[in-house]
């Protein structure tokens, strides 16, 4: 079992910045891609950015340029450093972990962003 806990979200005016963290504990050795996803209200939940423990990352084309994923401890942290907020980036972030096919998901963390 793998547990996620996302910190670092809030309420921020458009053009501000954000870092979100999250934690992963359990079995963490079999973690080797992470992500950010997001869903904003009345909307599916989308990738935001993801990463492998070799530090390849990837996102959506909204946060090129704007977001960077990274990861520390190779295997059991992960940040999201939010850049140049748009109200548009207005959502609950939730870290993702999938492991031997299976997602793990943590609770949330809710970024707010105000014109």
């Known amino acids: 079992q793998v547990q996620l806990v996302e910190s670092g979200g809030g309420l921020v005016q458009a053009g501000g910045s954000l870092r979100l963290s999250c934690a992963a504990s359990?079995?963490?050795?079999?973690?080797?891609?992470m992500g950010w996803y997001r869903q904003a209200p009345g909307k599916q939940r989308e990738l935001v950015a993801a990463?492998?423990?070799?530090?390849?990352?990837k996102y959506a084309d909204s946060v090129i340029g704007r977001f960077t994923i990274s990861r520390a401890n190779a295997r059991n942290t992960v940040f999201l450093q939010m850049n140049s907020l748009k109200p548009e980036d207005t959502a609950v972030y939730y870290c993702?972990?999938?492991?031997?096919?299976?997602?793990?998901w943590g609770k949330g963390t809710l970024v707010t962003v105000s014109s």
């Open positions: 990463i492998t423990s070799g530090g390849t990352a």
């Open positions: 993702n972990a999938p492991v031997r096919g299976m997602d793990h």
């Open positions: 359990g079995s963490i050795f079999s973690i080797n891609a």
